[in-house]
């Protein structure tokens, strides 16, 4: 795992906190031993103080009662799912009281006739998936991580996942929620109730407007048949000339990914799943519909790719292959992980015709600062992810890593793109923010904050950007 | 100088009406209403209006219709930038050029302008298959009242950077700020459109509904259609029909047909009239065009939200119940998104008049929440077009007092009088 911005974990001050946690919620709820604590200072990105105390509650009143009591004690409360952020969104930045979704995890209700499900926040996405499979529907969104992350952790960022491509992000799923304001007071949200869609601004909030502790989610029929393609190409940039070809062409397959030859050789290396070795990319490509269109759109893909420069074409034969080729894409991260000794994986997202321009570019970027990159990312929706191999103990790399993923950035930016397309801001990208929007655009942005969490207890320091901007805001806020 | 008659709204008109040319004009606008304390409604193409309470003052129109260009469009990116004020028709007629889409359907798409159906909140019968408005917008621009321009979003498709601005824009019926601006996702346009039309007797309504579950192609629309006399396809529109529309390649909704005209034959609908591409599309329209379309000056239009499979239970509920109060009642229960519309109305305006506010009270109780979305002005003032507000309403008048401390935009005309 890459923890770039490592500091060493040291210990909260506040023993007022833990105390009146204990007192009021018992000591199987509210954790305040260092050592019980030390697996909520850090998330996928990061690790960072250690908090002052962290609860694990069983329903929102006690997430209710552990809010008021950070507020009373002046520590901030951050909300954290699975830890599986590669923001530093879940990372307690000063001590204070980490909420852990641990307990809450059930599914609460399930209307399949009505394509929706009541869930806790802990439940981990791919059990949804699979607890209501047999009912034929299925919770779309799948981030790579949702073997392990959580349906409150991905509302908290809005994730995305391969299949976004047709199907939309968290966001497009979520009918209502439950959550707990700054005051400990609990609220639920419909988008079918009238007025501001309070939901719809909480989604992607990352923990800083409130708590959610219950979430209605909108669940899609299972297709009736799938069809996965494979296409091997001999560089990336006709790989992503093939995925502009076929969006422009009007064909919006269910995913649309490119693996280079970095990623696929340690995918292969791992998994076994099958994928062509020794090309320069490959391109995963998914379509979901009626049997009766499988073949015909898969004809038109596969002529488009070959017009492309496709050096090979196959569908996966049968479901049990479709899994694995989809399990080792998703898994993609972690078999870098067994060959480099660090890697850093950037999120950005660029109109879809910028694709080819913007890999040449990244190509460029990580020759200039000497170092490997492996790109495996949602081709389909312009969405990059560059893994930027290093080795954290040499200082050079670190320092490279570093500047060259925010060339990265300033260059999806220049091309129209922007700085996160799902991971989220956190605090890794927080001071970025400032290059996509202007003072005003910020402004707007921290009067809702203003509204839902004035004291900016709930997960300080990010999103927003330090220094100036938040200052303005601050200011425009007083006046 | 404009006419200030046509920018009534209930009892109240305008002193004056602007036409900014540009989006930093409306800014500017917004901010001298906010500085002389004035109120000012921003206008799109009216045709939405009667969403809403009138407002409580009233002193500018804001018209956006001058900001009618498209800012953003490559097609291959299926995506595209727009500016508030072009009609919906003119910005379907361009991506149609490019064989692309975005399922707005709203009615009166020739008048109805982009920042206007996003301001009402506007969610047609297709979100069930493509999506809503709201789950469609990758980014906008709105013009806020200290004279600034806030962006969020942006033309990509996924996009976590930033407080999803758009979303609280969307549905807030001008009362924030003004959109200026929005982006979209475009949808390539399907092979082939059909609507299915079939006349349902007395008996067979409810079994069709359950019959339509058993179609395995899932339809893009498909709804319920009761009275909207000569309003609607022309098929069995003075009494009950059940209308479906597919959308996808010709063999699967071929196919779809088949398994629609099978299910329902098995029920004992005998009939499916077919409507094809062009003729399917105007059929359509003219049946969202029912959802606000009054009866002269005697009606009032409710909608409500809901689980799709009580859609139709509730709008026979509410039929029954307004028609034992002796009013006439025409409903579309939208059997795949939930949407129940209910049009109350009288052979007599003064017998609706009598009877308003038992009408009122009857739906709203059978259709839980309920909101007027259409009718006669001097009808819709004497009652709250929202019902009662939501749990969440403190936080909403708090969003107001901080994007318009003064009031400026459309007071009283939201959700809980805000």
Known sequence: ?479 | MIAVGAFALGDRTPRRVDEPADAAAVAALLKSCSTAGEAAVIVGGGTLQGIGNAPARYDRAIVMRRLDRIASYDPRDLTIGIEAGMTIAAVTQRLAEERQFIPFDVPRPHEATVGGTLAAGWAGPRRAAYGALRDLVIGSTAALTDGTLATAGGMVVKNVTGYDMSKLYVGSLGTLGAIVRANFKTLPRPAMRRLAVAPLGPQSEERAVAALGSVMVEPAAALVVRGFTGKTTGVNDESVRLVVLFEGSAATVDRATRELRSQLGANGVAQTHLFEEAAAERAFQTTIDATIEPLADRSITYRSRGIPTAAWARMDAAHTHIERLGLLADAIADVRTGDVYVRVAAGVREVLEDRLADADATVRRVLGRATLVAGEPGLRARLDAWGSPPSTIATMRALKARFDPAGTLAPGRYVGGI
């Open chain 1, 1 to 479: 795992m890459a923890r770039v911005a490592r500091t060493m974990p040291n210990l909260g001050t506040s023993t007022e906190l833990g105390t009146r946690l204990v007192e009021a919620l018992g000591s199987g709820v509210a954790l305040t031993q260092p050592e019980d604590l030390a697996v909520y200072a850090f998330d996928a990105y990061s690790e960072d103080r250690l908090p002052t105390a962290a609860v694990v509650p069983r329903d929102a009143r006690e997430v209710g009662i552990a809010v008021r009591i950070a507020r009373e004690c002046g520590e901030p409360v951050v909300p954290r799912g699975a830890g599986t952020g590669l923001c530093g969104g879940a990372v307690p930045r000063n001590g204070g009281l980490v909420v852990s979704f641990a307990r809450m995890n059930r599914l609460l209700e399930l209307d399949a006739r009505n394509k929706r499900a009541r869930v806790q926040p802990g439940l981990i996405n791919l059990a949804l998936s699979k607890a209501i499979a047999a009912e034929g529907v299925f919770y779309a969104p799948d981030p790579a991580s949702q073997k392990i992350s959580t349906i409150g952790g991905n509302v908290g960022t809005n994730a995305g996942g391969p299949h976004c491509l047709s199907y939309g992000t968290t966001t497009n799923h979520i009918l209502g929620l439950e959550y707990v304001d700054a005051a400990g007071e609990v609220h639920r949200t419909s988008l079918d109730d009238p007025g501001y869609d309070v939901t719809g601004v909480l989604v992607g909030s990352e923990g800083t407007l409130g708590i959610v502790t219950e979430i209605d989610v909108r669940l899609m029929t299972l297709p009736e048949a799938v069809r996965v393609g494979l296409a091997a190409f001999a560089d990336v940039e006709s790989a992503s000339e093939a995925v502009s070809a076929i969006i422009g062409a009007g064909i919006v397959p269910t995913a649309l990914e490119i693996m280079d030859k970095l990623i696929v050789d340690a995918v292969e290396a791992h998994y076994h799943a099958g994928f062509p070795l020794g090309s320069g990319a490959v391109l995963l490509v998914e379509i979901a519909g009626a049997a009766g269109d499988m073949d015909e759109s898969e004809a038109v893909l596969a002529r488009i790719a070959r017009e492309h420069g496709a050096l090979s074409w196959r569908t996966a034969r049968d479901a049990a292959e479709r899994d694995a080729l989809w399990a080792s894409r998703k898994g993609a991260a972690g078999a870098i992980g067994r060959i480099a000794p660090n890697y850093y994986i950037q999120d950005a997202c660029v109109p879809r015709t910028k694709l080819p321009q913007v890999m040449h570019e990244i190509d460029r970027i990580a020759r200039e600062y000497r170092l490997p990159v492996g790109n495996v990312f949602h081709a389909g929706d312009g969405n990059l992810h560059p893994l930027l191999i290093f080795d954290r103990r040499v200082a050079r790399d670190v320092q490279a890593v570093v500047d060259a993923g925010t060339e990265i950035l300033r260059t999806c930016i220049a091309m129209g793109g922007t700085i996160s397309g799902e991971h989220g801001i956190g605090y890794e990208k927080r001071e970025s923010l400032s290059l996509v929007f202007t003072t005003d655009d910020l402004a707007a942005m921290g009067r809702v904050r203003d509204v839902f969490d004035p004291g900016r207890n709930f997960n300080p320091d990010k999103i927003f950007p330090s220094g100036a901007v938040c200052g303005e805001v601050k200011r425009a806020h007083v006046a």
